[in-house]
Each structure stands twice: as C-alpha cells, then as structure tokens.
C-alpha cells in the first residue's frame, strides 16, 4: 500500500480518464454504427416519398443525422453552466458519478429509443449530451485537488487526451462489436464499461486529498506545494463569477480555446469530405489516412505537459506562450496554408493535417495551463466553459460551411473556411501574448498578504 499511497495521485487520474473516455465513447459510438444501422431491416419506413420500397428505421437522412448530433450538442450547451454548479457545491466524487451513471442508462437505451420513436432517440441523445458537460468541469476539479502546481500540464495532457483516444478506440471497437454481435450490442458494451469505470472513480475519488486514509503524507506534500491556504480550502468557496467574466486573461482563455474547438470540431466533422472531395481520396483510403492522422498524435499530449512542467531553463509564462502559439497561433497559419495546396500534391495534405493534429495537441501547455495557473482552485470553472465553447462550435462550424460550401468539390469555397478559421486563431494567439500569465489571480487569495504555502501538515497527523 506504500507505493500506491506514495503515487495514488496517477491513480486519480489514470480512473479519471477512463470514465472520461467512457462518457465521451458513449455518445461517439453513435457515429460509427450509422454505417451498420442503415442496414438493419428488423423495422422499416415508409415515410420518404422518394423510396420506392421501404427502408431501414434506422437509415436515417442527413438532415436527421444533424439533429441527432445537435441534440448532443444542446444538452450540453444547457447542462454545462448547471453541472458546474453541482460540480461547486457538491464537489466532483459524486457529481460526476451521477453524470456517468446519466451516460450509461441513456447509452443502454438509445436502441430501444431509436426503434421507439426519432423523438426519443433525440431525447436519448440530449441527455447524453447533459453527461458528456461534466466532463471539462470533471478535468478542471482533478487538476484543482490533486495536481501539484509542478505537474499542472502534465495531468492536463493526459486527461484533454480523452477526445482523441475515445476516438481510435470506439471506432475499433464499434467496427468489431457491429459486424459480429450487431449494432445494439456496441451500445450495451459502452455502457456496461462506463459503469464498470464509475464505479471505479466513486471509490478511488475524494475532493480532499489530505482526509484520505490512501494518500501518505510525502504524496500530500507533493499535492500541496506551494499553493494558497484558499486554494487548499475546499468548504464554502463562493465562485467570483463576476470577477472571471470580467478577467481579460479569462476572456482571453476563453477565446483560444473557442478559436481551437472550432478547428477541431471543422476537422473531425469535415476532414473526411475534404479528403474525398477535394484531395480525391477513395473513401477507404480516407479513413485509413484520418486514423492515422489522428492516432500518432496522441502521445504528444502528454510530451508536451512532461516538456511544460519539467524544462526550467525558461519561465512559466515563456512556455505558456511557446506551446499556445504552437498550438493555436502555428494551427492557424497551416490550416490556411492547407486550402492553397494543389490536389495534385495531395499526400502534402495529409503530412500537413497530421503535423496540424500534433500541434493541436499541445493545447494542454498553453490556454489549459494558463487557465489552472491563474484561476487556481476556480480552474474548474473555466475549463468546464470551454466545453461549452466546444458545443457552441458544434453549431457556429457547420453553420460557417453551410453559409459558404455551396458545392462541396469547390476548393475555393473550402478555402475561404480555412481561412477564415485560420485567421480566428491567429487573433486569439496574438492576444494572448499581450494578456496570457503564470500568474494567480488576486481573487484566488484570502487576502492580499496570503502567501503561497510549501508544507503546512503535521506528520502525525497526515496518515490518520
């Protein structure tokens, strides 16, 4: 028990990132398995005048496809600013938990939704969507409670990695789970391994990492190392809502974070019409170069945190703005570069995309660190926004194409999006180095004269 009570911090956050892969995978299943329902005949319609005989229930129009991927993002957007409420008031041990257990029924009943009615299959997916909130808010109350000051990025690469992960591995999954047990069962897997994992968080987790009987009292100083009495103080905070909304660095986070969701969500939602279409892919090879691009990143996550916390050759603030230019200010400037790109150098496209993927992913050093840095024990107020951020662009991105991509074979219609999203996020980089700093806000301190803390706890009474 010595060791895993002298490490039980990776513990935390390796059950953390399970269950935020699970709540993530469980509403990215439904992706994969349109291929697989559009051909389940088990039930039918005869409700498109177009049809000559009877099509699959679950064959379902594009135009009904994006209201099962906004009702998501709805649930989202209305359940981000509520679930960070419970998130202060109740702590994270349960809350979350509560939002896990939301994703696993919705999960377990969206084939019995779906072959109910489209409307509760939209409800099934909304309430998905309400879970998949609490996972921002989830990362920034981790990072809060149990992360050293020193490791700030490292466990924020590993838990922003959750996306990209979950990913890869449902579309594995799914593809296996689909062709040899059907569709419904990649649906009941997910959910079955979501209540495993939260089952798991609800008893590893704790808000306070100093009244935990597993946590020894070198790991405690760790945790605690130079952060604020208020910062350790987890009874009673009173959120400055006003004074975050207020703070031209939280603005400024804020931004980014929207200018890089933005790219992300365009990438994964348009990367394989842009291959097809425009870099004349087949549709196998597109798939295969997009797993790729998308996969070798991964690891860079967390690089690029070990990079940001360990390096002490620069400051705190040098780093932050090196790793947020890299992975908002550089992003901009190639994903423009990317629409001039003849077809004919098609394969340059795909180095470009993959080198776009791998900068993206060092977001966890710049604006995320900036965030937890300079908000301190309120982190977890502003990181849970920029999931909401990321529903709102679920809606501002598809609606910037459906605005401008008339033809989707048009490069130059594909190129006035590109750089339009590249100018954004040159201009949230630039902002940012003006504003973005190392620094804790003057809201985080009890009062003025507070000072930072190295070890405040009493052996004997660390292990009780």
């Known amino acids: 028990m010595s060791l895993l009570s002298n490490k039980y911090r990776v513990l935390v956050v390796f059950v953390g990132f399970l269950c935020l892969v699970s709540v993530c995978s469980n509403y990215v299943v439904m992706n994969f398995t349109f291929i697989c329902m559009k051909n389940d005949m088990s039930f039918t319609r005869n409700d498109r005048g177009n049809e000559t ?155 306070n990492p100093q009244k935990s009987s597993r946590v020894s009292s070198v790991e405690l100083r760790k945790i605690q190392k130079n952060k604020s009495e208020q910062h350790l103080d987890t009874k009673n905070v009173a959120v400055p809502y006003k004074k975050l909304l207020t703070s031209p660095v939280v603005l400024c986070v804020w931004l980014n974070a929207f200018a890089e969701m933005s790219i992300i969500v365009f990438l994964h939602t348009y990367a394989p019409i842009f291959f097809n279409r425009i870099l004349k892919f087949s549709v196998a090879e597109t798939g295969f170069l997009l797993a790729l691009s998308v996969f070798f990143p991964l690891p860079l996550k967390l690089v690029g945190g070990i990079i940001s916390d360990k390096a002490k050759c620069f400051s705190e603030r040098s780093k932050m703005l090196f790793f947020n230019t890299v992975s908002v200010g550089l992003v901009g400037v190639l994903i423009a570069l990317l629409s ?4 004919s150098y098609h394969y340059v496209s795909v180095v470009l995309f993959s080198i776009i993927f791998s900068c993206l992913s060092l977001n966890c050093a710049g604006f995320y660190k900036c965030a937890t840095l300079h908000t301190r024990q309120f982190a977890h107020v502003v990181i849970s926004t920029i999931q909401w951020m990321k529903s709102v662009a679920l809606i501002t991105g598809p609606a910037l194409v459906a605005a401008i991509v008339k033809n989707e074979e048009s490069a130059v219609q594909w190129r006035i999006v590109l750089c339009i999203l590249g100018g954004v996020m040159i201009t949230a980089n630039t902002l940012a180095l003006c504003v973005f700093t ?27």
Request: contains cysteine; charged residues 15%; aromatic residues 18%.
């Open 53 to 207: 005989s009877p099509v699959s229930l679950f064959d379902y129009t594009p135009n009904e496809k994006k209201y099962i991927m906004w009702a998501v993002a709805a649930g989202t957007i209305i359940g981000t600013f509520p679930v960070n409420f419970v998130f202060v008031r109740f702590g994270g041990r349960w809350t979350f938990f509560s939002a896990g257990i939301i994703s696993v029924i919705a999960t377990t009943l969206i084939p019995m939704a779906a072959q109910t009615s489209f409307y509760a299959l939209l409800l099934a997916r909304f309430c998905q969507g309400i879970a998949f909130a609490a996972d921002f808010a989830a990362i920034g109350l981790l990072t809060v409670r149990w992360a050293p000051l020193s490791e700030t990025a490292i466990f924020l690469g590993a838990l922003t990695s959750f996306t990209n992960f979950s990913s890869v591995l449902t579309n594995a999954v799914s593809g296996a789970i689909c062709e040899g047990f059907g569709w419904r069962t990649a649906f009941y897997a997910h959910a079955v391994m979501g209540l495993v994992f939260f089952t798991l968080w609800a008893f590893v987790y704790t808000d």
């Open 340 to 343: 001039f790109i003849p077809q």
């Open 438 to 464: 190392d620094k804790p806000a003057e809201y985080t301190m009890a009062n003025a004269n507070e000072k930072s803390i190295k070890y405040e706890v009493k052996p004997e009474k660390e292990d009780a």
